[in-house]
Nanobody, 125 residues
Framework: QVQLVESGGGLVQAWGSLRLSCTAS????????MGWFRQAPGKEREFVAA????????YYAVSVKGRFNIPRDNDKNTVYLQMNSLKPEDTAVYYC??????????????????WGRGTQVTVSS
């Protein structure tokens, strides 16, 4: 059974930092492109960042580029989301997801095969 478990969310003041973790089990982690998405109340789930299998290539939404970083550790079956200079508009539930099929990466929710349950990030002004 595949499981993706996020952790590290919480409440932080604007301009602060948080690091989210997502640990996978039940799959061959190094075969999957990993992504982070987020969903704010009343809004659709949106792409945040993705990292390819080897970790050599990363991709970011324009809104987070330069502030967020998505490293992975294939030996630990874990992907991270380092979030710096947080803004109130970053407040959302953050989800990690695993994509086996896309050769490069995708920012499309439908491209991902497995999802975690999410972790809440709240940024106060």
């Amino acid at each position: 059974q595949v499981q993706l478990v996020e952790s590290g969310g919480g409440l932080v003041q604007a301009w602060g930092s948080l690091r989210l973790s997502c640990t996978a089990s039940g799959l061959t982690f190094r075969r999957y492109t990993m992504g982070w998405f987020r969903q704010a109340p009343g809004k659709e789930r949106e792409f945040v960042a993705a990292i390819k299998r080897s970790g050599a290539n990363t991709y970011y939404a324009v809104s987070v580029k330069g502030r967020f970083n998505i490293p992975r550790d294939n030996d630990k079956n874990t992907v991270y989301l380092q979030m710096n200079s947080l803004k109130p508009e970053d407040t959302a539930v953050y989800y990690c997801a695993a994509d086996l099929r896309t050769l490069g990466y995708s920012d499309d929710v439908g491209a991902y095969d497995y999802w975690g349950r999410g972790t809440q990030v709240t940024v106060s002004s």
